[in-house]
């Protein structure tokens, strides 16, 4: 069974940076996407980064892009949230996630299509 495990949240002042991990064990597919997802008080979960392991391409949604980094160490199974220049508003509930190529279309980062998922870490800007 897939299990996902975040770690490195914390509080940090806005302008500053924050580092994501999530360690991956179990078997998921032959090549599948690992992502990161958020969810603020009030707000609906949504897709921040991922990436795809058969050709370690990316995707970011618009509010993150050029401020993260995804990444992933695939003998280790771990992938990485490198987040710079944070905001207030990054703050929120972040989530690793996986799925599979046949899992939908992980691409789009909607929540349907990702069938594992871990518990969540808190990310806190102050300003």
């Known amino acids: 069974q897939v299990q996902l495990v975040e770690s490195g949240g914390g509080s940090v002042q806005a302008g500053g940076s924050l580092s994501l991990s999530c360690a991956a064990s179990g078997y998921i597919d032959s090549t599948y996407y690992m992502s990161w997802f958020r969810q603020a008080p009030g707000k609906d979960r949504e897709g921040v980064a991922a990436?795809?392991?058969?050709?370690?391409?990316?995707f970011y949604s618009d509010s993150v892009k050029g401020r993260f980094t995804i990444s992933l160490d695939a003998a280790k199974k771990t992938v990485s949230l490198q987040m710079n220049t944070l905001r207030p508003d990054d703050t929120a509930m972040y989530y690793c996630?996986?799925?599979?190529?046949?899992?939908?279309?992980?691409?789009?980062?909607?929540?349907?299509?990702?069938?594992?998922w871990g518990q969540g870490t808190q990310v806190t800007v102050s300003s």
């Open positions: 990436i795809y392991t058969g050709t370690d391409i990316t």
């Open positions: 996630a996986a799925a599979g190529v046949h899992s939908g279309a992980p691409y789009l980062m909607r929540t349907r299509d990702y069938p594992y």
